[in-house]
């Protein structure tokens, strides 16, 4: 009986509510003992709970860089004539052909 009054409240209660033959006083004694642990113990898991978000809540407030969004006009850049930009300029613009012209050719093929 001990055992199965410890898991949960709502067993508490359920066990409470089979005793026969003890005083009504008896009873809500139990009942307001069981509900003033439930409380206790939920008192402790919200104060622990706000304590670690808290802590957290710090960590990143504190810990973390500080980190300025790019804004226009602040990108790097690089040379105005690099030959590697008009190399990729030229293949890019002549990919959509040469894909084509290869589906085409597998096609054909198959």
Do not use: R
Request: charge should be negative.
């Amino acid at each position: 009986v001990q055992e199965a009054a410890s898991e949960s409240l709502v067993a508490t209660v359920g066990v409470i509510q089979h005793l026969q033959g003890f005083p009504a006083s008896l009873i809500a004694t139990f009942q307001d003992s069981a509900f003033d642990a439930f409380l206790s113990a939920s008192h402790v898991t919200t104060i622990l709970s706000l304590s670690i978000v808290v802590i957290a809540a710090l960590l990143v407030g504190f810990g973390l860089p500080n980190i300025q969004a790019p804004t226009q006009g602040h990108a790097p850049s690089g040379p105005a004539d690099d030959p590697m930009d008009a190399l990729v300029k030229e293949e890019g613009a002549a990919y959509a052909q040469e894909a084509a012209q290869e589906y085409e050719q597998k096609e054909k093929t198959e």
